[in-house]
């Protein structure tokens, strides 16, 4: 058996029909390397990653300084364990972390693996805390329509897309969804609310949907008003993709609790972290029934470690968010020249290198159709139903961004 053979034979993947994927003509690309925002496949064919190999990539692929940290971490140690020990990397990534948020009440990281444990960590820290500081009524969540935040039944809960979450919601906690502040602000009983939680300035799965000037400042406001913890999942938007390290940092909102995953490694290896203020961490204190009895095999991976730390050297070394900068504002021009010259562009939605393309048309699965046929273009990504995702390493240069949106229009038509 080669290994597209065993692939159909052995593997289940996600988000993915498995009767489609498995059908005999269906040949799927089957990735080998990657250098930089390129991709190379097991025939030797030459792609730009579009979305980042699933929104984590931040500075490309096979960055030699980010491969040598890993391989000197490797040379000491690979992985030891976090319950009962500590180790340096660990101790100076949540320094540099909350280092962030300098003068802010933002000053503890619990690490774990990925995007949903880091939501599912504050969601039980947000519960918990009130359970055993005199508020044992507030034990229900607000979320908004079509929002994402994991899969893991905790952070499932708080997603807003049916297709994803409607058969789960009986399993798992009160959460009640509104669309925008206003509904927000309208909802009884907001005594028994623990925590809001939103994906600031964009929802990605939500075909990039992006939230209007003020929003986040205004909910900030809100929560603090009327006491309920601010969670901000920064899965997607941390680590320079909307042009600042966070999203937050644009509105200059310090939120209760911050969950990051995906780019805190720069898309290296599974890690994640949620941090949280002093004020929060301060009530889990006491004896051992106060203690937050959560954590994973993997929490702190010391090669994790070694690669965030890295990653955000990177940031430093080659001004990463200068640059983002300067790419957004080209992304932007180019696709504004799309937007204006296809009749098959219903609308382009950005915020810094992350961008939806949203078809013109009433035909389902157009969206799928379009990123097949910009492969033969050399590029690969994923829609969401008739969006177009765009969300490059932020390492990509203009040619390369040229080369991007050049395929995304050439698919259009070839496909509308």
């Given at each position: 058996m080669n290994?597209?053979?065993?692939?159909?034979?052995?593997?289940?993947?996600?988000?993915t029909?498995?009767s489609?994927?498995t059908?005999?003509e269906?040949?799927p690309i089957?990735?080998e390397?990657?250098d930089?925002?390129?991709?190379?496949?097991?025939e030797?064919k030459t792609?730009?990653?579009?979305?980042s190999s699933i929104?984590?990539?931040?500075h490309g692929h096979s960055?030699p300084?980010?491969n040598?940290a890993i391989a000197?971490q490797l040379e000491k140690?690979?992985?030891?364990?976090y319950?009962?020990?500590?180790?340096?990397?660990?101790s100076?990534l949540?320094?540099?972390?909350?280092?962030?948020f300098p003068?802010t009440?933002?000053q503890?990281?619990?690490?774990s693996?990925?995007?949903?444990?880091a939501?599912?960590?504050a969601?039980k820290?947000?519960l918990?805390?009130?359970l055993?500081n005199?508020?044992?009524?507030r034990t229900?969540?607000v979320?908004?329509?079509?929002?994402?935040?994991?899969?893991?039944?905790?952070?499932?809960s708080?997603?807003?897309?049916?297709?994803?979450?409607a058969?789960?919601r009986k399993?798992?906690?009160t959460?009640?969804f509104?669309?925008?502040l206003?509904e927000l602000?309208?909802?009884?009983?907001?005594?028994k609310?623990?925590?809001?939680v939103?994906?600031?300035l964009?929802?990605?799965?939500?075909?990039?949907?992006?939230?209007?000037?003020?929003?986040?400042a205004?909910?900030?406001?809100?929560?603090?008003?009327?006491?309920?913890?601010?969670i901000?999942?920064?899965v997607m938007?941390?680590f320079?993709r909307?042009?600042t390290m966070?999203?937050?940092?644009?509105?200059?909102?310090v939120?209760d609790?911050?969950c990051?995953?995906?780019g805190?490694t720069g898309g290296y290896m599974?890690?994640a972290?949620?941090l949280?203020?002093e004020?929060?961490?301060n009530?889990?204190?006491?004896?051992a029934?106060?203690?937050?009895?959560?954590g994973h095999?993997y929490?702190a991976?010391?090669l994790?470690?070694?690669a965030a730390?890295?990653?955000?050297e990177i940031f430093?070394?080659?001004?990463?968010?200068?640059g983002?900068?300067e790419?957004?504002t080209?992304?932007?021009?180019k696709?504004?020249?799309?937007?204006?010259?296809?009749?098959?562009v219903?609308?382009v939605r950005?915020c810094g290198?992350i961008?939806?393309?949203e078809?013109?048309?009433?035909l389902?699965?157009?969206?799928g159709?379009?990123?097949?046929?910009?492969?033969k273009?050399q590029?690969?990504?994923?829609p969401?139903?008739?969006?177009?995702?765009?969300m490059?390493?932020?390492?990509i240069k203009?040619?390369?961004?040229?080369?991007m949106?050049?395929?995304v229009?050439?698919?259009i038509?070839?496909v509308?």
């Open positions: 290994h597209v053979e065993l692939d159909k034979q052995y593997c289940w993947h996600p988000f029909p498995q489609e994927w059908a005999l269906y040949e089957m990735i390397s990657g930089g925002v390129w991709l190379r496949d097991a030797g792609y730009i990653d579009g979305n929104w984590t990539n931040i960055h300084y980010l040598k000197a140690i690979a992985h030891s364990s319950l009962g020990f500590g180790h340096p990397l660990a100076e949540a320094a540099k972390l909350v280092s962030f003068e009440d933002l503890r990281v619990f690490f693996d990925n995007g949903s444990t939501v599912e960590c969601m820290m947000a918990q805390y009130r055993q005199a508020e044992p009524e229900e969540f979320a908004f329509v079509n929002g994402y935040h994991g899969d893991t039944l905790g952070a499932a708080l997603g807003g897309v049916e297709a994803f979450f058969r789960f399993f798992g906690l959460v009640h509104v669309r925008d206003v602000r309208e909802l009884p009983d907001l005594d609310i623990a925590g809001v939103i994906e600031p964009v929802q990605g799965v939500n075909q990039m949907h992006v939230w209007r000037d003020g929003m986040l205004e909910l900030r406001a809100w929560t603090s008003e009327q006491r309920i913890h601010l901000l999942d920064e938007t941390g320079g909307t042009g966070f999203a937050c940092q644009q509105e200059g909102v939120p609790f911050l990051l995953a995906k805190l599974p890690m972290a949620t949280v203020t004020e929060i961490y009530g889990f204190l006491g004896g029934e106060r203690a937050f009895y959560y095999s929490t991976n010391p994790g470690c070694a730390l890295a990653s955000l430093e070394q080659e001004n990463t968010l200068v983002v900068e790419k957004a080209y992304l932007a021009y696709l504004s020249h799309l937007a204006n010259e296809s009749k098959h219903k609308e950005r290198l961008a939806g393309v078809l013109h048309t009433d389902a699965g157009m969206g159709e379009v990123c097949v046929a910009a492969r273009y590029l690969l990504t994923r969401i139903l008739n969006t177009i995702v765009l490059p390493p932020l390492s203009r040619d390369e961004i040229d080369m949106v050049a395929a229009e050439q698919a038509r070839d509308l």
